[in-house]
């Protein structure tokens, strides 16, 4: 029964790069909200999708940041042309449905911009 | 909007001492409550909830008791360990405001044997 699952867990990209975060939900959950931590901060909530559906985006930048999830397969959170200000960890959940169920946190993937 | 306030970190203890983290929040409509914990190099993990007034969530020897009436919803543990040694997040999540979580600065633990 495998959690969330993240993937890269580290990622590198020099400025001006393109970087792809994957995230793969729980097993039955089709909720997948994107979270993102500065060095020494909390998290920051950036997107709520649902399957093909952005739900809520309040919290993502309005340049070089979307985000999809796709009937089939993960849901993928893309940087354009990242900035040194990029680099964080990037945690995906996901939830089985709305409302107070419990978010289930995958290992986060940390971006570093070189 | 929706904020969650905790303490500063970092906690430094000797194992076995008392540990409290105090957690307040102001929220637009009737939020649920949770502690995220946090082990390094990990992912969260959610420690306990709480989804109305009054409720008092617990696992693993943590507690937190929400109160509406202070907007409070501080953790504490009776007897630290060290392995509780990691990173704690206050956090809030409101359907009014879209289920999305609101956290907390996050308080470092480190517990000394």
């Known amino acids: 029964n495998a959690g969330v699952m993240q993937n890269p867990r580290h990622l590198v990209r020099r400025r001006g790069q393109e970087a792809r975060l994957r995230c793969s939900p729980m097993?039955?959950?089709?909720?997948v909200y994107w979270y993102r931590q500065l060095p020494e901060e909390g998290l920051k909530f950036m997107v709520y999708?649902?399957?093909?559906?952005?739900?809520?985006e309040s919290g993502m930048p309005k340049e070089r940041f979307s985000a999809e999830f796709p009937k089939e397969g993960p849901s993928i959170l893309r940087i354009q042309q990242v900035v040194r200000g990029d680099s964080a960890a990037y945690f995906c959940?996901?939830?089985?449905?709305?409302?107070?169920?419990?978010?289930?946190f995958g290992p986060g993937t940390r971006l570093t911009v070189t | 909007g929706n904020s969650v306030t905790q303490m500063e970190g970092p906690v430094t203890l000797s194992e076995e001492a008392f540990l409290t983290i105090n957690c307040t929040y102001t929220?637009?409509?009737?939020?649920?409550l949770f502690w995220y914990v946090q082990y390094p190099g990990e992912g969260l993990q959610l420690l306990l909830k709480?989804?109305?007034?009054?409720d008092k969530g617990s696992n693993k020897g943590f507690e937190a008791t929400y109160r509406k009436e202070t907007t409070s919803f501080h953790l504490e543990k009776g007897s630290v360990q060290v392995s509780d040694s990691a990173v704690y997040f206050c956090?809030?999540?409101?359907?009014?405001?879209?289920?999305?979580?609101?956290f907390g600065g996050g308080t470092r633990v480190l517990v000394k044997p």
């Open positions: 959940a996901s939830s089985s449905e709305g409302g107070s169920y419990e978010q289930y």
């Open positions: 097993k039955g959950h089709s909720h």
């Open positions: 999708l649902q399957k093909e559906n952005i739900i809520d």
């Open positions: 929220a637009t409509g009737y939020p649920s």
């Open positions: 709480a989804t109305k007034a009054d």
């Open positions: 956090a809030l999540s409101d359907r009014a405001a879209g289920n999305k979580l609101t």
